[in-house]
């Protein structure tokens, strides 16, 4: 991408996904943790190392096809999968959390 100096992309297509987009002089490391909770996958999350300094979880959370477990609650099962990997972190992105969307049994 001739805007941005670097980047880095998780998505179903160019189109559909997350990214995070850095000026030249900044270095990201993509992070590889795991994404699949229970046999299933969690999708559209992208955990980087920024400058070598600290950790940025680049989040943007959906229903990803979860009747009972879907937008936070996708969030909620990459956090407990991944929790001993953090050390120096931000989370930052779309969380897609409003109270319409609370079930009575979680």
Same mark, same amino acid.
């Given at each position: 991408?001739?805007?941005?100096?670097?980047?880095?992309?998780?998505?179903?297509?160019?189109?559909?996904?997350?990214?995070?987009?850095?000026?030249?002089?900044? *270095?990201?490391?993509? !992070? #590889?943790?795991? $994404?699949?909770? /229970?046999?299933?996958?969690?999708?559209? %999350?992208?955990?980087?190392? =920024?400058?070598?300094?600290?950790?940025?979880?680049?989040?943007?959370?959906?229903?990803?096809?979860?009747?009972?477990?879907?937008?936070?609650?996708?969030?909620? *099962?990459?956090?407990? !999968? #991944?929790?001993? $990997?953090?050390? /120096?972190?931000?989370?930052?992105?779309? %969380?897609?959390?409003?109270? =319409?969307?609370?079930?009575?049994?979680?």
């Amino acid at each position: 991408m001739e805007w941005t100096g670097t980047y880095l992309w998780n998505g179903d297509n160019k189109n559909k996904g997350i990214g995070v987009f850095a000026k030249n002089q900044n *270095k990201l490391r993509l !992070i #590889n943790w795991s $994404n699949i909770y /229970k046999g299933s996958e969690v999708k559209h %999350l992208l955990p980087c190392l =920024i400058n070598n300094k600290f950790q940025l979880l680049c989040i943007w959370t959906s229903q990803n096809k979860s009747p009972t477990f879907g937008f936070i609650g996708q969030l909620w *099962k990459y956090l407990e !999968i #991944n929790k001993g $990997n953090f050390k /120096k972190i931000i989370l930052a992105g779309d %969380l897609n959390s409003n109270s =319409i969307w609370d079930k009575t049994d979680r």
